[in-house]
């Protein structure tokens, strides 16, 4: 490994614990994938929750993993998905395993509030409400699981909570803290106007960490039994779309992204919050990024979509490849009906061909199943991106998909036919590499955003996709985007 420093990153997404090794010479990042095991919410008598341990634990095996691969470790940084949090009681230690959004606490709350109560959060946050955000989540505790609210002292959001599992300290990070809906994004502090309303313990919220400081040491029980040094904990958007949109290798400032995984989450990065009526109207938020930028994002149903197709099938025992999927779709030369992604329907259906087929009210074979999923992916993407145009007055030429779903070349080419743009695929390991680009700040602290950029860019291959020119083709793609905006 020669003198290449060792960044490592824990990247926990809804359905993969993973540790990297970032290889850094002084010009260029190498992502080693040293660990990656299953992750999976777990239904306990109809309510889903995290196994924080079992992803901790694994998360030490890879950690341990990074070290005798590739000697001493530089620093680790945390990104996981949104939204979920922990609980610490007044001994200080963890309340239970941490709720999965998926459940439906967030949504009985959400229905109970008037629309003058919904326009107020959104105008004191910026954050788009959503059944999943955590303040929903933290008022259904609230009301249905009484006793864990009445004990708590803390709260922690998944990756602050690993923080303090692994370091022992108690701290939060700006980009996670946005997932909240709690967070006022014009000056990064806890809305006291949200707080007061909804009568919570202010003291709940931790202090906000800056991205490229040390926030703590490995602790010295893990270091000692895992035998490695003790690392520093660095502080980077630990939301799992902040640090994937650090990696976007756009030439300029301005851009469009979709990081592409269970979601997608398709914007732009902004300076400053955009927060207004049509915003709202549109479903779009004003989440954080990396250095006080903002993800101007809007949240869409992604690849779990296709996940869940391609569980229903292997319930039978076979196992199928994305590739076999792509070709199941490819073969399939019907005209397919569309379907919105986001509707509640295929938020966490029990079999999502059969929620497919009862939603289009069509008796539809597994290759239609894809070949529609596919379709309603692209035209969901073409719609949020129409609404950016319109938002931000700006029109854009390129699509850079970023994230673990970019591997899906057949989904690249039909999101560029269907949005007659230019689609850049890459890199995969998005969030690793922004969470390893922001690492490099302990070191040389007056690194910028657009530097860090220039590095990760030099560190990627990316694939481009143009859209169709055969008219027929072309025909077929308008004509299934007429179809979805005259439903949707
Ligand atoms: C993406 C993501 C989204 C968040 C969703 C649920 O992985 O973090 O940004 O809305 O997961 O937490």
């Known amino acids: 490994m020669g003198n290449k420093k060792n960044y490592v990153a824990f990247d926990c997404g809804n359905s993969s614990i993973r540790v990297l090794s970032g290889l850094f010479d002084g010009e260029k990042i190498e992502t080693k994938l040293v660990h990656q095991v299953p992750n999976e919410a777990i239904n306990v008598n109809g309510i889903f929750y995290w196994d924080i341990l079992y992803i901790f634990r694994e998360l030490q095996i890879g950690l341990q993993k990074a070290f005798i691969k590739y000697g001493h470790v530089e620093s680790v940084g945390i990104s996981t998905w949104g939204i979920d949090f922990g609980l610490l009681g007044k001994s200080g230690q963890l309340l239970g395993n941490p709720l999965c959004y998926r459940n439906d606490f967030g949504e009985k709350v959400l229905n109970s509030l008037s629309k003058e109560e919904k326009d107020k959060i959104f105008k004191a946050t910026g954050i788009l409400d959503h059944p999943m955000n955590s303040l929903y989540q933290l008022l259904g505790i609230k009301k249905y699981l009484p006793e864990y609210y009445k004990e708590a002292e803390k ?187 986001n509707d509640k329907s295929f938020y966490n259906p029990l079999d999502m061909p059969a929620a497919i087929c009862e939603y289009t009210k069509q008796e539809l074979s597994i290759e239609e199943v894809l070949a529609s999923a596919y379709i309603s992916l692209a035209c969901s993407y073409k719609q949020s991106i129409e609404k950016i145009e319109k938002l931000s007055n700006k029109k854009y030429k390129v699509i850079h998909i970023v994230g673990g779903g970019c591997r899906n070349d057949y989904l690249n080419q039909i999101s560029s036919d269907i949005t007659e743009k230019i689609v850049i695929a890459g890199p995969e390991e998005a969030t690793s590499l922004g969470n390893i680009g922001i690492q490099l700040k302990k070191d040389q602290p007056d690194l910028s955003l657009f530097k860090i950029r220039q590095i990760l860019k030099k560190s990627i291959n990316t694939r481009s996709f143009t859209p169709v020119k055969d008219q027929s083709l072309k025909n077929k793609m308008e004509a299934y985007y007429e179809k979805y905006k005259e439903l949707f």
């Open 155 to 341: 709260f922690l959001l998944i990756p602050d909570l690993l923080a303090w599992l692994f370091t022992g300290v108690i701290c939060g990070e700006p980009s996670i803290a946005s997932t909240t809906q709690i967070l006022n994004m014009r000056d990064w502090e806890y809305s006291s106007e949200v707080i007061d309303h909804f009568k919570l313990n202010p003291s709940l919220f931790p202090p906000l960490t800056k991205h490229g400081e040390v926030y703590g040491n490995l602790k010295q029980d893990i270091a000692g039994s895992l035998k490695i040094n003790i690392c520093p904990f660095v502080s980077l958007p630990s939301h799992d779309t902040a640090s994937a949109v650090v990696s976007v290798p756009a030439t300029s400032d301005d851009f469009l992204f979709i990081s592409s995984g269970t979601w997608s989450l398709i914007g732009t990065e902004l300076k400053e919050p955009i927060i207004n009526a049509d915003v709202y109207k549109e479903g779009f938020a004003n989440e954080g990024g990396a250095l006080g930028t903002i993800t101007f994002l809007k949240n869409s149903t992604g690849m779990h979509i296709l996940q869940n197709i391609k569980r229903e099938m292997e319930k039978e025992g076979q196992k199928y490849s994305w590739d076999q999927l792509v070709k199941m779709a490819d073969s399939c030369m019907s005209i397919v009906p569309v379907f919105d992604p």
